[in-house]
């Protein structure tokens, strides 16, 4: 059999399509396409669709059939095409200097640069890089958006250059949006369609994106995830991504929401229910009556935080609330498309399915409560009857000595447990209108009863498009937020990602001189320990509208149920449930206000960009010119003396351990995105390169420079090194025990030919799809890394950058086998690895030797050519050279 048994045509508006219909399965009597999971349909048509090339036969339709239907617990590895691939800055500018230094090798060898070029569609969407340094005035985004472009002027040449001479790669211009949004609102088609030799095709819209919060978009119906940047750049070169085919499990909503919870409430509760239930390289997909009481912009806030629960995604098939939703945003022709083609392939849901899942998860709507999560991992979810208790608790707040910080005599003092960040930030919540609007009549409601924020609080609103702009402006409610202080900032990432800005100088000196341990609050999906603000020791994940009311609290330890926020201007205590908007009018106003208009006119130029945009001077050269003075973007070293042939790989003999880190250890852990310290190296170099401090910007600005990188690698100020009591960067070199910055003593053991390897605990690489912070430990000399587990993008990374990626046995770790770090360590054997196979590592220390097994986390033979040839894009470049 072949795929053309799978073809089949439809008409919508005399227009015929070609489709691979997954339904004809069914008459060859292969499988009842309605008992399989939505996701696992998608993956069927993709592999069929694809089925031309050598990679993948007729039998790898069968066996993800007979997968699914007997819940298979053998692996099963497929070659995924995604249509199209999303990017952010901070993500792509490191690909776009890849793929520059790919074309200067290429043409090095004496072929044409221009076979280094995207295969398939990308949209580049910059906003990363703005950040919260203006945010009272009335002009706050405008003096945001103008220092944004004087900090990254040579990082936005570089993207508009990758504009003018990559074919199929789009760049959505800075101030428009954040990528997910903007992927929602505008991108996304749901179904694609592609002019081939035989007509005209159609197929459903999938993706793979730079960020891990791509999963947003499954909200959708668009099947889509985050990959590691080396992943996605293999993906632009035409490569397929190869993946063990995941267990998909069933999330049954029923019950139906109280009427003061929000979209936020429910995936604070999705993520702390799925982290213990595991679902991590699994996907989770939605079911059941109650999806039908979440509106499509609640299902983006459950999907986007799909990396916080664990999951390669969070999947909700199309069904009604898709069209209305792609109505509602100026995509009604699209709609048409999507109705006709999920009903023609088995793609619609109609709510009435008997699907088989690997494992189903009820959740009961109707008993989630108000909550938010922190202080440090979105997973800790607090109801909020709890917050004052906990918080008390967790910072010791109780028997701390008071101190009060109040320098003009204001009405509130700056202690122990205040807040000093105030963010409505983030597509998680952003995106959704109920969820804005609410928030809004929240501060409308506080501004009328007299209500203020307290000095210290820094207040941001940073919208992720355009259009919540425009529907706060036309229903009044900007006003309010902004008498609160809530002033727009631009409209990125912002406070999210941790570009927070600065704090106040005397808040700064104050928190520094006092200890004191501040908070802050915000409506984003990470809370990670320092990513918000160096300065900011608990951080706590909320809804928009608690933002509001936290930020007039001033405080976290208040319990909102039974203590005013404040007095009226007529004397009386106000309390929460005073302020707080009710569902009726929340419905009414986004009904009244939320127009397609909207959608129609910001999206009409999305990708033209503002004057500073335009007026960007750029080359139009098919290479790119590198400038070696430059502390933005360089050169990177990956393909210096590049040479065709495979190098060998047989032991690691000799090496010594970098570090040895804890449980949860984060990418924002490894490769810190925030402020760079002037007393460490990335901070030394700039300053030996002229840079004034104040002109530092952030290490994610800085992604083009592998100079800064390199040293920024491990260097985040709260990381916790065992082999050293001190927190930060910092390592003990052996055998000399110095304490060394870890880039300093990774440059000593490379001068002595020391091979390295960094030991984990639990979650290794959580958090965000960073390339870097596998790039770095590469260009550290880390030729392994030991963990108990691996989150899932990030051991793609390493894999990609040619790190092993290696786990402790069952019921072992680090700390169970009695090793300290100053051993030297022996990895035999590397020539003989296979995936999940064995190997043995050997400790050596005065005459002692410690033996134990490790598991090589590699899931494919496609790895195991990447691990061999030195990484992903080593290995797509000889491939490409010798085409």
């Not at 912070?773 to 040619?802: C, D, Q, T, W, Y």
Request: overall charge neutral; glycine content about 6%; some cysteine.
């Amino acid at each position: 059999m072949t795929h053309h048994n799978l073809k089949h045509h439809f008409n919508l508006d005399n227009q015929k399509f070609i489709v691979h219909n997954i339904r004809l399965l069914e008459d060859m009597g292969l499988t009842k396409i309605e008992t399989l999971p939505f996701s696992a349909r998608i993956l069927i048509e993709n592999l069929a669709r694809h089925m031309d090339s050598d990679i993948i036969q007729w039998s790898d339709i069968v066996n993800t059939v007979k997968f699914y239907e007997t819940d298979s617990e053998a692996s099963q590895l497929i070659a995924f095409y995604p249509s199209r691939v999303l990017m952010q800055d901070f993500t792509g500018v490191p690909a776009v200097v890849d793929f520059a230094a790919m074309r200067d090798a290429v043409h090095a060898k004496g072929a044409d640069p221009k076979k280094i070029n995207p295969l398939v569609p990308v949209d580049l969407v910059i906003d990363h890089s703005i950040q919260v340094d203006h945010f009272k005035e009335k002009n706050s985004f405008f003096l945001n958006a103008q220092k944004e472009y004087e900090r990254n002027k040579e990082r936005y040449q570089l993207l508009k250059w990758a504009q003018k001479n990559f074919d199929n790669f789009r760049v959505v211009p800075p101030e428009s949006g954040i990528c997910h949004q903007v992927n929602l609102e505008y991108l996304a088609t749901v179904v694609t369609t592609k002019k081939t030799e035989e007509g005209l095709l159609a197929f459903p819209d999938t993706l793979v994106g730079t960020d891990s919060h791509t999963t947003m978009i499954n909200a959708l119906g668009v099947l889509g995830w985050g990959v590691g940047g080396i992943e996605a750049e293999a993906v632009m070169l035409g490569q397929p991504y190869y993946m063990n085919l995941p267990k998909i499990i069933g999330v049954n909503f029923i019950g139906k929401p109280q009427k003061q919870i929000t979209s936020t409430d429910i995936a604070l509760f999705v993520t702390e229910l799925l982290r213990k239930e595991n679902v991590v390289e699994k996907i989770v997909e939605y079911t059941g009556e109650g999806l039908k009481y979440l509106t499509l912009t609640d299902r983006a806030t459950i999907a986007n935080m799909s990396p916080e629960y664990g999951a390669t995604a969070g999947f909700f098939p199309v069904d009604e609330q898709t069209l209305s939703y792609l109505i509602k945003t100026n995509r009604a022709g699209t709609a048409s498309l999507v109705d006709a083609y999920c009903r023609t392939c088995g793609l619609f849901n109609t709510h009435d399915n008997n699907i088989r899942f690997s494992r189903k998860i009820d959740v009961d709507l109707s008993l989630i409560e108000t909550s938010i999560a922190g202080p440090s991992r979105p997973q800790d979810r607090l109801s909020l009857s709890e917050v004052k208790q906990k918080v008390t608790k967790i910072f010791d707040l109780g028997n701390r000595k008071t101190v009060l910080i109040n320098p003009e005599n204001k009405p509130q003092a700056l202690t122990h447990g205040s807040i000093v960040i105030a963010a409505i930030t983030s597509c998680t919540n952003t995106s959704n209108p109920y969820s804005m609007v609410g928030a809004g009549l929240t501060a409308k409601k506080a501004v009328e009863k007299g209500l203020t924020i307290p000095w210290f609080v820094k207040p941001s609103l940073s919208p992720g498009s355009r259009v919540v702009l425009d529907y706060l402006k036309d229903s009044g409610l900007i006003k309010y937020f902004e008498e609160l202080g809530f002033n727009n900032t631009g409209f990125g990432c912002m406070t999210c990602i941790g570009n927070s800005g600065p704090l106040a100088p005397v808040i700064e000196e104050a928190i520094k001189k006092n200890q004191l341990d501040v908070m802050s609050v915000l409506s984003g999906n990470r809370n990670f320990e320092a990513r918000i603000h160096q300065d900011v020791k608990g951080n706590f994940l909320m809804s928009p509208i608690l933002v509001v009311i936290y930020a007039i609290a001033g405080k976290m330890d208040i319990d909102l149920h039974t203590e005013p926020l404040g007095i009226s201007k007529e004397g009386f205590p106000v309390f929460m449930s005073d302020i707080w908007p009710s569902a009726e009018e929340i419905n009414q106003y986004v009904e009244a206000y939320v127009h397609e208009k909207f959608f129609r006119d910001q999206y009409a130029h999305i990708f033209k960009g503002d004057r500073l945009w335009q007026e960007l001077e750029v080359s139009e050269h098919t290479t790119f010119k590198f400038d070696d003075a430059s502390t933005y973007i360089r050169k990177p070293p990956f393909f210096k003396n590049f040479s065709m042939d495979v190098p060998k790989m047989m032991e690691i003999k000799n090496a010594r351990a970098l570090l040895v880190l804890g449980d949860s250890v984060t990418t924002d852990h490894i490769s810190p995105a925030g402020a760079i310290p002037v007393d460490y190296p990335a901070g030394k170099y700039l300053v030996e390169k002229g840079v004034k401090p104040w002109e530092f910007n952030s290490y994610g600005s800085r992604r083009g420079n592998h100079e800064v990188m390199m040293r920024g690698t491990f260097a985040n100020i709260r990381i916790k090194n065992k082999l050293i009591s001190q927190t930060g960067g910092w390592t003990l070199k052996f055998p000399e025990i110095e304490k060394e910055y870890i880039f300093d003593a990774s440059q000593k053991y490379q001068n002595q030919n020391t091979d390295l390897l960094v030991f984990g605990g639990k979650e290794y690489g959580s958090g965000s799809s960073r390339d870097w912070a596998a790039k770095g430990p590469s260009l550290l000399g880390v030729k392994a890394v030991i963990a108990v587990s691996f989150e899932r993008i990030h051991r793609s990374n390493l894999v990609g950058m040619g790190i092993l990626p290696l786990i402790f046995q069952k019921n072992e770790s680090f700390e169970s086998l009695n090793l300290k770090g100053d051993e030297i360590f022996e990895i035999p054997s590397l020539d003989q690895i296979r995936p999940n196979s064995r190997l043995t590592v050997t400790a050596l220390k005065n005459n002692t030797k410690i033996s134990f097994r490790v598991v090589v986390s590699l899931n494919t033979d496609i790895e195991m050519d990447y691990i061999k040839n030195g990484g992903i894009l080593a290995y797509v470049l000889r491939q490409m050279i010798k085409d």
